[in-house]
């Protein structure tokens, strides 16, 4: 539902010619659309990797969405941020899911 509201901000920007910022909000709606898809699939899985991957993906996205200089949509940086901590916790997930599964065997 966030995915949803930081998508309809970018369009927004887009209304009053914030082409970067639109483009880098679209960019970080779609990926934690995506992300949050993946890991709803992906729940039962018991393997590391894809809570790895989603933590990167979402961190990388948010990084370099946050370090961007936009002109008018400076909700951005929040939205960012917010990305950036959710990364980190699926990152951190990982690695208690993998510590958890040598602990089973």
């Given at each position: ?15 009053v ?82 510590s ?6």
């Amino acid at each position: 539902m966030v995915s949803v509201f930081v998508g309809l901000q970018s369009l927004a920007a887009l209304a009053v010619t914030d082409a970067i910022g639109a483009t880098l909000g679209l960019t970080l709606s779609t990926t934690m659309f995506t992300c949050g898809i993946i890991a709803i699939v992906s729940r039962k899985i018991r393997e590391p990797s894809v809570c790895r991957g989603i933590g990167i993906a979402l961190s990388i996205v948010g990084i370099i969405a946050y370090f961007v200089k936009v002109e008018m949509f400076s909700d951005l940086k929040i939205w960012s941020f917010m990305v950036v901590l959710v990364g980190a916790f699926f990152a951190h997930c990982s690695f208690a899911i993998k510590s958890n599964n040598t602990k089973m065997k």
